[in-house]
């Protein structure tokens, strides 16, 4: 195995963006040049897919729900067009236009509020990914229900941090790491030489208290998990991650999912629709994506796929 040690230069840089912190930091000549241009596509791409900017695609789509489509730009219809995918290939697990759920449960935004069941069902006929459509040859996309809205928050951060790669790599930088608010891409290795070491956080504990690393190289990490956003109300606990065929949180007996494959937006999408979907349920998801899993279970239990056997060290506390 050949590794590249010319490590002449290290840049890192931490910016806003998608709602979160990020960290972009790279090893080797051009680095502080690429590691700018690689921050300005992910403020792009922000622009453009952030439900929260009033000019975004997502924001004109959701305005014009049930009057007419809108044009947007190539990257959202893009990206629109692989969530209609994992959306198909998860069962509607994974559904973009449960914005009007989340906007009713309002994690981080209401005070530990549970929807009352006829709420519920009044916001349910409003999200279904086969609503929105998609026009490849106008660039066009439309909700075709008033009241119907979509976000691309459980998606956009792993398509920026493909992009983020393409960009790195466009500068011919080889060893970087990439962390968009826990989408993680390691590339390459580490300045000593040896693979990227990433910790998998434990669900029951506090940010940085982990259940074991993974030995990464050229590959992305994305978790999901209940642990993030939760209350508990008259015993209850309820999480933010909604499933979108219910209205409710998922119950599958998950605390938490953390997905390994090669593709950024792939692994996001993948840890939303296998958390709502549950174990069973993801193994051909997993198959179809070429991707490998860990599933820290509500009872406590951890498993891994076959192929992270060699890989994952779980830690001794």
């Given at each position: 195995?050949?590794?590249?040690?010319?490590?002449?230069e290290?840049?890192?840089?931490?910016?806003?963006?998608?709602?979160?912190?990020?960290?972009?930091?790279?090893?080797?000549?051009?680095?502080?040049?690429?590691?700018?241009?690689?921050?300005?596509?992910?403020?792009?791409i922000?622009?453009?897919?952030?439900?929260?900017?009033?000019?975004?695609?997502?924001a004109?789509?959701?305005?014009?729900?049930?009057?007419?489509?809108?044009?947007?730009?190539?990257?959202?219809?893009?990206?629109?067009?692989?969530?209609?995918?994992?959306?198909?290939?998860?069962?509607?697990?994974?559904?973009?236009?449960i914005?009007?759920?989340?906007?009713?449960?309002?994690?981080?935004?209401?005070?530990?509020?549970?929807?009352?069941?006829?709420?519920?069902?009044?916001?349910?006929?409003?999200?279904?990914y086969?609503?929105?459509l998609?026009?490849?040859?106008?660039?066009?996309?439309?909700?075709?229900?008033?009241?119907?809205?979509?976000?691309?928050?459980?998606?956009?951060?792993?398509?920026?941090?493909?992009?983020?790669?393409?960009?790195?790599?466009?500068?011919?930088?080889?060893d970087?790491?990439?962390?968009?608010?826990?989408?993680?891409?390691?590339?390459?290795?580490?300045e000593d030489?040896?693979?990227?070491?990433?910790?998998?956080?434990?669900?029951?504990s506090?940010?940085?208290?982990?259940?074991?690393?993974?030995?990464?190289?050229?590959?992305?990490?994305?978790?999901?998990?209940?642990?993030?956003?939760?209350?508990?109300?008259?015993?209850v606990?309820?999480?933010?991650?909604?499933?979108?065929?219910?209205?409710?949180?998922?119950?599958?007996e998950?605390?938490?999912?953390?997905?390994?494959?090669?593709?950024s937006?792939?692994?996001?999408?993948?840890?939303?629709?296998?958390?709502?979907?549950?174990?069973?349920?993801?193994?051909?998801?997993?198959?179809?994506?070429d991707?490998?899993?860990?599933?820290?279970?509500?009872?406590?239990?951890?498993?891994?796929?076959?192929?992270?056997?060699?890989?994952?060290?779980?830690?001794?506390?």
């Amino acid at each position: 195995m050949l590794i590249n040690l010319n490590r002449t230069e290290k840049y890192e840089k931490t910016f806003l963006a998608l709602g979160t912190m990020n960290v972009i930091s790279a090893c080797g000549k051009n680095s502080r040049q690429a590691v700018n241009a690689a921050c300005e596509r992910v403020q792009e791409i922000h622009g453009r897919m952030s439900v929260y900017e009033k000019e975004s695609d997502v924001a004109k789509i959701n305005y014009k729900a049930g009057r007419e489509a809108q044009k947007i730009h190539a990257d959202t219809f893009s990206l629109l067009k692989r969530s209609a995918e994992f959306s198909v290939l998860s069962g509607g697990a994974f559904d973009i236009t449960i914005r009007p759920l989340t906007e009713l449960w309002g994690f981080g935004k209401k005070q530990n509020y549970v929807p009352a069941k006829d709420e519920i069902e009044r916001a349910l006929p409003l999200v279904n990914y086969r609503d929105l459509l998609l026009d490849e040859e106008h660039c066009t996309a439309y909700l075709v229900k008033a009241g119907q809205s979509i976000d691309l928050g459980g998606i956009a951060k792993g398509y920026a941090a493909d992009e983020a790669k393409r960009i790195l790599m466009q500068h011919k930088i080889s060893d970087a790491l990439i962390n968009l608010g826990g989408n993680i891409v390691a590339m390459g290795y580490r300045e000593d030489g040896l693979p990227w070491q990433i910790g998998v956080q434990n669900p029951l504990s506090a940010r940085g208290d982990y259940i074991g690393t993974l030995e990464a190289s050229d590959k992305t990490i994305v978790t999901s998990g209940s642990n993030e956003q939760f209350f508990i109300s008259d015993g209850v606990r309820y999480h933010h991650i909604i499933d979108p065929r219910t209205g409710y949180p998922a119950d599958s007996e998950l605390l938490s999912v953390t997905v390994i494959c090669s593709s950024s937006t792939d692994a996001d999408g993948l840890t939303t629709g296998i958390f709502v979907s549950g174990i069973s349920d993801s193994m051909t998801l997993l198959k179809n994506t070429d991707a490998q899993a860990i599933f820290v279970m509500q009872n406590k239990d951890l498993f891994l796929t076959e192929g992270l056997r060699n890989t994952f060290k779980r830690s001794s506390s």
